[in-house]
């Protein structure tokens, strides 16, 4: 059984950081490019972040170009996604989401496998 779980949300101050990170299991977790996801209250689910197979490419929503970083561990079956510079308009659920396909895609329709969520919560 597929398991994504995300974890490292929380409530934060503009300008600030945070760390979140989803493990997998019962995955061959280098087998699947990675994403990161976002909905926001009212809004529809959107792509934050992505990552290949093998952590060489990665893509980002132009909104957070400069302040994310998204990585991956193959050997630890873990994507992270580092938040700096933080704004109220971050606020969200996040959620880590599995691809078959080799590259990372902007759309949720590509992505198989999905993990629960994580509130992030940027206060002003």
């Known amino acids: 059984q597929v398991q994504l779980a995300e974890s490292g949300g929380g409530l934060v101050q503009a300008g600030g950081s945070l760390r979140l990170s989803c493990v997998a299991s019962?995955?061959?977790?280098?087998?699947?490019?990675m994403g990161w996801f976002r909905q926001a209250p009212g809004k529809e689910r959107e792509f934050v972040a992505g990552?290949?197979?093998?952590?060489?490419?990665?893509d980002y929503t132009d909104s957070v170009k400069g302040r994310f970083t998204i990585s991956r561990d193959n050997g630890k079956n873990t994507v992270d996604l580092q938040m700096n510079g933080l704004k109220p308009e971050d606020t969200a659920v996040y959620y880590c989401?599995?691809?078959?396909?080799?590259?990372?895609?902007?759309?949720?329709?590509?992505?198989?496998?999905w993990g629960q969520g994580t509130q992030v919560t940027v206060s002003s």
């Open positions: 989401a599995a691809s078959a396909g080799l590259l990372p895609v902007t759309s949720a329709t590509a992505y198989k496998f």
């Open positions: 019962g995955v061959t977790f280098s087998s699947y490019a």
């Open positions: 990552i290949s197979r093998s952590g060489l490419l990665t």
